[in-house]
């Protein structure tokens, strides 16, 4: 097949066009989240500083082989099964090989194609930098746009998207979307069939073709109908971005920020409010998340259900360097984005290092993955809920131990209205004890308690891999490892979610009544 | 010349018209969505989308090109969040004449299934918790079967009916005989006994 001809297989793969309207048929169940954002504001928490881990109402994990490969890649409830795909090294629809480090995800198009539900996913690949220009995503094929093909002290960036197509529960197809990033960790659906993918990485460094990078893109999920917008959005700061999630009432953005010790949740309001591809490019006014009467006030450690009233402060210029800064939260210097500096200088709080984000029915959840023994308190990751009309922000899940939520990062919501965390954690923090053998998908219980749906099973030899066809270099022990990427189907019916290292994506379906998803 | 064009354009369309095809007249449905778009002259073609564990009747009216052979079948059924443990379908006013494939879209596995004249029950090793599909519903390129239903008896503007529920219909007390298979069989029903065939 020739690398200038790379569309074929990509038109077959996409069976519709047009919108992302999901139809009644196979079309999102009515949103229950009213479950989780009412756990979240109503006076339901523990009596308990902290939350605690609970057997999960889906029954003990134990491993399940993949239908794909058959090994046994991860541990599930009784009754659950999935399939496999998109392993770092596969061979991709458009031939070119599936970038590793799978990272955020999300659906971006759900619809139905004749009798055919087909499912269109944007996974990104946490890639950061390399000296071999070939690794660029989408590396010699002009159908994919780069954002930066230059170096930056030397190395070429190298990370990207790919877009997965899911259609009457099987894989059907994937290819590259978009290259030349740094660090894409996170992002976020829009409602107009396309994702936002989010560098995460502070830095005021310019490469050799110009480019700064901490931006956000946006990805569409047909890439042979319109090619990916290769200019990011500058008006949503240039930060170590994190998650974005949208509000579809208002058509504002909440954005998160992994800067240890020096970042807060920021809000983006677009000055195009009619949705659309480009629509956020034409810029918006970003703010960050203050407390309000409280200067600065320090969320970094919180007990569990304590709730503060909050407001917005403004951010002038998102795209303003970053620098180091006292802070008198931390007592010392702290690395900070331009737009944490300015938010700060007006009196944003910090949290220790946000992380996931996901919007529903008016209440923005949010993470922080921060795990420390040091001042001011021994943590393991919060999950925090503010409620937009009334702006009070309440902490509902505070884990102080590895085993109870060890780093909670990607998050979402099922159409059930369950709240379910990746584990992106080690094994060293409060509560190590008994050893943390693997990293795990949590979910929330709506009385602030945390359970177990999932556990990482992947330890295998080189034989084992190339004997079902995988590459052998992707062999060792990778269940300490992090979950990353959860988004269900809007039908509920199927959880797609990635395991970042060795880089598979999964398809995980079962009894979901069961439990609280 | 608005008249003759409009004159024009009616036979125009009057001779691209499709033949006349089972027309679905009444659907009862419980929280599910039911969509019957794709049957065609001689294809029963339903999609079920199921939300709870009602039971789903769909009565259609037959036409005349639905006479001139065995009715083909094939359906797509997405499972409730219980999953199918059973997928029961009952005829009222029509006859199985031959069952076809039946493929779950997930993990579910098939055990066996048991067949009469106007009833067949689909009972699952492994539940599924996705969908099945019944027939060959997305067509090429496939090596699945469409069952066939018996019309016998029926002519212009009859009904029948058939239900589809995530409980077995209640069967026979004896059945004629048992078979090994995965429900890939294009065999007949002999007339008057019930049959089952075994995953």
Same mark, same amino acid.
């Given at each position: 097949?020739?690398?200038?001809?790379?569309?074929?297989?990509?038109?077959?793969?996409?069976?519709?066009?047009?919108?992302?309207?999901?139809?009644?048929?196979?079309?999102?169940?009515?949103?229950?989240?009213?479950?989780?954002?009412?756990?979240?504001?109503?006076?339901? $928490?523990?009596?308990?500083?902290?939350?605690?881990?609970?057997? #999960?109402?889906?029954?003990?994990?134990?491993?399940?082989?993949?239908?794909?490969?058959?090994?046994?890649?991860?541990?599930?409830?009784?009754?659950?099964?999935?399939?496999?795909?998109?392993?770092?090294?596969?061979?991709?629809?458009?031939?070119?090989?599936?970038?590793?480090? &799978?990272?955020?995800?999300?659906?971006?198009? /759900?619809?139905?194609?004749?009798?055919?539900?087909?499912?269109?996913?944007?996974?990104?690949?946490?890639?950061?930098? /390399?000296?071999?220009?070939? +690794?660029?995503?989408?590396?010699?094929?002009?159908?994919?746009?780069?954002y930066d093909?230059?170096?930056?002290?030397?190395?070429?960036q190298?990370g990207?998207?790919?877009?997965?197509?899911?259609?009457?529960?099987?894989?059907?197809? #994937?290819?590259? /979307?978009l290259?030349g990033l740094n660090r894409p960790c996170?992002g976020?659906?829009?409602?107009?069939?396309?994702?936002l993918s989010n560098e995460e990485i502070r830095s005021?460094?310019v490469s050799?073709?110009?480019k700064r990078h901490g931006y956000i893109f946006e990805v569409?999920?047909?890439?042979?109908?319109?090619?990916?917008n290769p200019e990011p959005i500058v008006a949503m700061g240039r930060m170590a971005h994190?998650?974005s999630?949208?509000?579809?009432?208002?058509?504002?953005?909440?954005l998160?920020e992994?800067?240890?010790?020096?970042?807060?949740?920021?809000?983006f309001?677009?000055?195009?409010?009619?949705?659309?591809?480009?629509?956020l490019h034409?810029?918006?006014?970003l703010?960050?998340?203050?407390?309000?009467?409280?200067? +600065?006030?320090?969320?970094?450690?919180?007990?569990? $259900?304590?709730?503060?009233? $909050?407001?917005?402060?403004?951010?002038?210029?998102p795209d303003?360097?970053?620098?180091?800064?006292?802070?008198?939260?931390?007592?010392?210097?702290?690395?900070?984005s331009g737009p944490?500096?300015?938010?700060?200088?007006?009196?944003?709080?910090?949290?220790?290092?946000?992380?996931?984000?996901?919007?529903?029915?008016?209440?923005?959840?949010?993470?922080?993955?921060?795990?420390?023994?040091?001042?001011?308190?021994?943590?393991?990751?919060?999950?925090?809920?503010? &409620?937009?009309?009334?702006?009070?922000?309440?902490?509902?899940?505070?884990?102080?131990?590895?085993?109870?939520? +060890?780093?909670?990062?990607?998050?979402?919501?099922?159409?059930?209205?369950?709240?379910?965390? $990746?584990?992106?954690?080690?094994?060293?923090?409060?509560?190590?004890?008994?050893?943390?053998?693997?990293?795990?998908?949590?979910?929330? &219980?709506?009385?602030?308690?945390?359970?177990?749906?999932?556990?990482?099973?992947?330890?295998?030899?080189?034989?084992?891999?190339?004997?079902?066809?995988?590459?052998?270099?992707?062999?060792?022990?990778?269940?300490?490892?992090?979950?990353?990427?959860?988004?269900?189907?809007?039908?509920?019916?199927?959880?797609?979610?990635?395991?970042?290292?060795?880089?598979?994506?999964?398809?995980?379906?079962?009894?979901?009544?069961?439990?609280?998803? | 010349? *608005?008249?003759?064009?409009?004159?024009?354009?009616?036979?125009?369309?009057?001779?691209?018209?499709?033949?006349?095809?089972?027309?679905?007249?009444?659907?009862? @449905?419980?929280?599910? @969505?039911?969509?019957?778009?794709?049957?065609?002259?001689?294809?029963?073609?339903?999609?079920? !989308?199921? *939300?709870? @564990?009602?039971?789903?009747?769909?009565?259609?009216?037959?036409?005349?090109?639905?006479?001139?052979?065995?009715?083909?079948?094939?359906?797509?059924?997405?499972?409730?969040?219980?999953?199918?443990?059973?997928?029961?379908?009952?005829?009222?006013?029509?006859?199985?004449?031959?069952?076809?494939?039946?493929?779950?879209?997930?993990?579910?596995?098939?055990?066996?299934?048991?067949?009469?004249?106007?009833?067949?029950?689909?009972?699952?090793?492994? %539940?599924?918790?996705?969908?099945?599909?019944?027939? !060959?519903?997305?067509?090429?390129?496939?090596?699945?079967?469409?069952?066939?239903?018996?019309?016998?008896?029926?002519?212009?503007?009859?009904?029948? *009916?058939?239900?589809?529920?995530?409980?077995?219909?209640?069967? %026979?007390? @004896?059945?004629?005989?048992?078979?090994?298979?995965?429900?890939?069989?294009?065999?007949?029903?002999?007339?008057?006994?019930?049959?089952?065939?075994?995953?």
């Open positions: 097949m020739s690398s200038q001809n790379p569309d074929f297989s990509r038109r077959r793969l996409l069976q519709g066009s047009g919108a992302a309207v999901a139809a009644a048929f196979g079309g999102p169940i009515a949103a229950l989240a009213t479950r989780v954002a009412e756990a979240s504001v109503a006076p339901s $928490c523990q009596a308990a500083t902290a939350s605690a881990l609970i057997d #999960s109402p889906y029954g003990p994990t134990a491993p399940v082989a993949d239908l794909t490969t058959g090994l046994e890649l991860i541990e599930l409830p009784p009754g659950f099964s999935y399939k496999s795909y998109g392993w770092t090294g596969d061979t991709m629809s458009d031939g070119l090989v599936t970038p590793g480090a &799978h990272d955020g995800m999300g659906v971006v198009v /759900s619809r139905r194609v004749g009798r055919s539900q087909e499912i269109i996913l944007v996974r990104n690949h946490e890639r950061s930098t /390399s000296s071999n220009a070939a +690794n660029i995503v989408g590396a010699g094929r002009n159908s994919v746009s780069k093909t230059g170096t930056t002290a030397g190395v070429y190298i990207g998207n790919t877009n997965l197509v899911w259609r009457d529960g099987n894989w059907v197809g #994937s290819f590259a /979307s290259g996170a976020g659906a829009t409602t107009w069939g396309s994702w005021n460094s050799t073709t110009g569409p999920a047909d890439i042979s109908l319109r090619a990916a994190e998650a999630a949208l509000d579809p009432e208002t058509g504002y953005w909440y998160t992994d800067q240890g010790n020096a970042n807060t949740l920021y809000r309001r677009p000055h195009n409010l009619q949705g659309g591809l480009d629509s034409a810029g918006g006014t703010q960050g998340l203050a407390v309000r009467g409280v200067a +600065n006030a320090d969320l970094r450690m919180t007990t569990l $259900c304590q709730e503060y009233i $909050c407001e917005w402060v403004d951010i002038a210029d303003l360097d970053g620098a180091t800064v006292f802070s008198s939260a931390t007592g010392g210097n702290v690395s900070m944490f500096r300015q938010a700060w200088a007006n009196g944003a709080a910090t949290f220790g290092a946000n992380e996931g984000c996901w919007v529903a029915n008016g209440v923005v959840y949010f993470t922080d993955k921060q795990v420390s023994t040091s001042a001011p308190g021994a943590r393991a990751g919060r999950i925090w809920a503010l &409620h937009l009309a009334s702006m009070t922000l309440k902490a509902i899940f505070v884990s102080n131990s590895l085993q109870v939520g +060890n780093s909670p990062d990607n998050i979402c919501i099922s159409p059930r209205g369950g709240l379910m965390f $990746c584990e992106d954690g080690g094994t060293s923090g409060p509560g190590n004890v008994p050893a943390i053998t693997s990293q795990h998908l949590k979910v929330l &219980h709506p009385n602030g308690s945390s359970y177990v749906f999932a556990k990482h099973n992947f330890n295998f030899t080189s034989a084992q891999l190339t004997a079902v066809g995988k590459s052998g270099s992707l062999a060792g022990d990778r269940r300490n490892t992090e979950w990353a990427g959860c988004v269900f189907s809007p039908d509920g019916r199927v959880l797609f979610v990635n395991l970042y290292t060795p880089g598979i994506t999964l398809a995980i379906t079962g009894p979901w009544e069961r439990g609280t998803l | 010349m *608005r008249l003759h064009s409009l004159a024009l354009a009616a036979a125009l369309a009057a001779a691209a018209a499709p033949a006349s095809a089972l027309v679905l007249v009444q659907s009862q @449905t419980v929280g599910a @969505t039911a969509v019957a778009d794709f049957s065609a002259p001689g294809q029963l073609a339903f999609d079920v !989308d199921f *939300r709870n @564990t009602a039971p789903v009747t769909l009565t259609f009216r037959v036409e005349a090109d639905d006479l001139l052979a065995p009715l083909a079948f094939d359906a797509v059924l997405l499972a409730p969040g219980t999953g199918f443990d059973v997928l029961g379908f009952a005829l009222h006013g029509a006859s199985f004449q031959s069952i076809g494939s039946v493929t779950p879209q997930f993990g579910g596995r098939i055990d066996r299934i048991v067949v009469g004249s106007d009833f067949a029950n689909v009972y699952f090793a492994a %539940p599924e918790f996705l969908g099945v599909e019944v027939g !060959d519903a997305f067509g090429p390129p496939s090596s699945k079967t469409d069952w066939t239903l018996s019309l016998a008896g029926l002519k212009v503007g009859d009904t029948f *009916r058939i239900t589809v529920a995530t409980n077995a219909v209640p069967e %026979p007390a @004896t059945l004629a005989m048992a078979l090994t298979g995965l429900g890939l069989l294009g065999w007949s029903r002999r007339a008057g006994r019930a049959t089952s065939t075994n995953a």
